[in-house]
Nanobody, 124 residues
């Protein structure tokens, strides 16, 4: 089973950038699709981005397209989320997730593993 630990959250001004990282341990990382989700205060958790096990394709929610980029390094068992042009509405707890099924991550349903989250705060 895969275990996930996120890092890289923090406070940034609007228009700035942050890079989140997710370190995976356990068996099977390179065979899992990976994704990022976020949950803002008082709101439901939402899908942000997903990447296939090979890194060959990715999917993003519309609100982050062109600003966020998901990537992975299977040799280092890490997945990253580069966030540029941040907006106050990007403020949320960001969670890393893993699943065998890429479209399962996009749907956010019954995923194999979740991290504990890292807080991103974007000030205006």
């Amino acid at each position: 089973q895969v275990q996930l630990v996120e890092s890289g959250g923090g406070l940034v001004q609007a228009g700035g950038s942050l890079r989140l990282s997710c370190a995976a341990s356990g068996r099977g990382f390179s065979s899992h699709a990976m994704g990022w989700f976020r949950q803002a205060p008082g709101k439901e958790r939402e899908f942000v981005a997903a990447i296939s096990w090979s890194g060959s394709f990715a999917n993003y929610t519309d609100s982050v397209k062109g600003r966020f980029t998901i990537s992975r390094d299977n040799a280092k068992n890490t997945v990253s989320l580069q966030m540029n042009s941040l907006k106050p509405e990007d403020t949320a707890d960001y969670y890393c997730a893993a699943d065998i099924n890429f479209w399962g991550i996009v749907a956010g349903v019954a995923l194999d593993a979740w991290g504990q989250g890292t807080l991103v705060t974007v000030s205006s």
